[in-house]
């Protein structure tokens, strides 16, 4: 079974705040993705990464930095809080197999309150 | 970009009866069709996913309908109990690529 964690599920931040939202992935997969999820608007995608010390920006990437410094670990940094980044945060993997469409694996989310 | 229409946002129906969530995209090369079930307070989890190269595909109770020249693609489930009751997300997606979701059906099955 493919196990995908994240570091909090609920964190209460201060506007101005450093936050770090970290995910690890069980199952040596190559993509892990970023999602923020807001009631009527689904799934976007923040970041997204494909390798080791690789990333790309996804949909709506201002205000969010990621850093992918092993292969199981996925981390999205919000370098300074603001009340509009309060939201469900999560984390997905996929095994990464160019061409052919996958499942991505979510995790448990993580929901922020910035204060 | 791609883009990817949901409809409906919000759909009740009796137990027994069927569902049907339709969803559009835009990008014609876009070839993989996810469909997501997120439970209330749990992760979205994968529950039945269609390639271009197939018009329909079934597990149990429930199917997906894909039409690549209308480029729609449709969830069916027949049957509903309440156990069904989630926000169904459908996706779509490219070869090598990140996936673009809808925003989400929330499904209600009433006993």
């Known amino acids: 079974d493919v196990k995908v964690t994240q570091s909090s599920r609920y964190l209460v931040k201060r506007t101005g705040e450093k936050v770090f939202l970290e995910c690890v992935q069980d199952?040596?997969?190559?993509?892990m993705f970023w999602y923020r999820q807001d009631p009527g608007l689904g799934l976007r995608l923040i970041y997204f990464?494909?390798?080791?010390?690789?990333?790309e920006k996804g949909d709506i990437p201002e205000g969010y930095s990621v850093s992918r410094e092993k292969k199981e670990r996925f981390s999205l940094i919000l370098e300074s809080a603001s009340t509009n980044q309060t939201s469900m945060y999560l984390c997905a993997s996929s095994l990464g197999i160019a061409g052919v469409g996958e499942t991505q694996y979510f995790g448990p989310g993580t929901r922020l309150l910035v204060l | 970009g791609e883009n990817v229409e949901q409809h409906p946002s919000t759909l009740s129906v009796q137990e027994g009866d069927s569902a049907v969530i339709k969803c559009t995209y835009s990008d014609s090369a876009s070839n993989y069709f996810p469909w997501y079930k997120q439970e209330l307070g749990k992760r979205p989890q994968l529950i039945i996913d269609?390639?271009?190269?197939?018009g329909e595909k079934k597990d149990q109770r429930i199917a997906v309908t894909l039409n690549k020249t209308a480029k729609h693609f449709s969830l069916h489930i027949t049957e509903t109990q309440p156990e069904d009751s989630a926000v169904y997300f459908c996706a779509a997606g490219k070869g090598y690529s990140t996936l673009t979701f809808g925003k989400g059906t929330m499904l209600l099955v009433s006993p």
């Open positions: 269609i390639r271009s190269n197939v």
């Open positions: 990464s494909y390798d080791v010390k690789m990333k």
């Open positions: 199952m040596d997969h190559e993509n």
